[in-house]
Nanobody, 115 residues
Framework: QVQLVESGGGLVQPGGSLRLSCAAN????????MNWYRRAPGKQREWISS???????QISDSVKDRFTVSRDNTTNTVYLEMRDLKPEVTAVYYC?????????WGQGTQVTVSS
């Protein structure tokens, strides 16, 4: 069993920054891509980024000018750095990975951008 634990969300003013973390625990082999998604109020879940163990990254065009993704393979943790935040990025952010045909999700961390 794999557990994904997100942290780092919170309330931030427009123009601020946050760094989200997602730590994979349990029987995680560290071989698969780790992904970030978000779900904004009233909207469908949206893919944000993916990063492989070899550090190959993909980031959604909607955020790539303000978000960066990174990964620490020694701790099985993926990070999402978000800067110059705007109210429209308010959402619950989830990390996700797949292992042995199972898909795992974290519990999510709330990001709220508001003055």
């Amino acid at each position: 069993q794999v557990q994904l634990v997100e942290s780092g969300g919170g309330l931030v003013q427009p123009g601020g920054s946050l760094r989200l973390s997602c730590a994979a625990n349990g029987r995680y082999f560290g071989l698969n891509a780790m992904n970030w998604y978000r779900r904004a109020p009233g909207k469908q879940r949206e893919w944000i980024s993916s990063i492989t163990v070899g550090n190959r990254q993909q980031i959604s065009d909607s955020v790539k000018d303000r978000f960066t993704v990174s990964r620490d393979n020694t701790t099985n943790t993926v990070y999402l750095e978000m800067r110059d935040l705007k109210p429209e990025v308010t959402a619950v952010y989830y990390c996700n990975t797949q292992q042995c045909s199972n898909i795992y999700w974290g519990q999510g961390t709330q990001v709220t951008v508001s003055s």
